[in-house]
């Protein structure tokens, strides 16, 4: 079996209303509560998401979402509906412009909590399977 990243917790003031808003942008389910103290976004069949609420000071995660080009457009034009500002670069003004740089097209969104969500439907951080040259574990 391939290691896969199973879920990832995601610190946040508000759970409820964090979980909410990046499940409601994304299209996807999403539970106010789950096994343990976590609100849960079902990123995909293999990836979970768990908010959690706290009081304590946490570090600014930025999350990458790759997705279709149907699937860019329809959280694009949730971002739109809610008023959500983004921005063509991660730092910067937010624009409210599109990056296609790279082959592809992508934004970012800051969330309440301050974490950071990029959405991008071409990955600059790794080459298309068919061109990826072959790598052998480290000895």
């Known amino acids: 079996m391939a290691i896969q990243l199973d879920h990832f917790i995601v610190p946040c003031r508000d759970q409820v209303g964090a979980a909410k808003q990046l499940a409601e942008l994304l299209g996807v389910a999403w539970a106010p509560t789950t096994l343990g ?17 706290t009081e304590e000071v946490y570090p600014v995660h ?8 149907a699937e860019f457009d329809a959280i694009l034009a949730r971002l739109k509906a809610a008023d959500i500002p983004y921005r063509a670069n991660v730092f910067g003004p937010m624009d409210r412009q599109i ?9 970012y969104w800051n969330e309440p909590e301050g974490h ?14 068919d061109t990826a040259p072959a790598t052998s574990p480290p000895r």
């Open 116 to 129: 950071q969500w990029e959405m991008l439907t071409v990955s600059y951080a790794r080459p298309p399977a």
């Open 62 to 69: 930025h999350f990458c979402f790759r997705v279709s080009d």
């Open 37 to 53: 103290p976590f609100s849960p976004v079902f990123i995909n069949d293999g990836l979970t998401l768990d908010f959690q609420q």
């Open 99 to 107: 990056n296609t740089m790279l082959g592809g097209r992508m934004v």
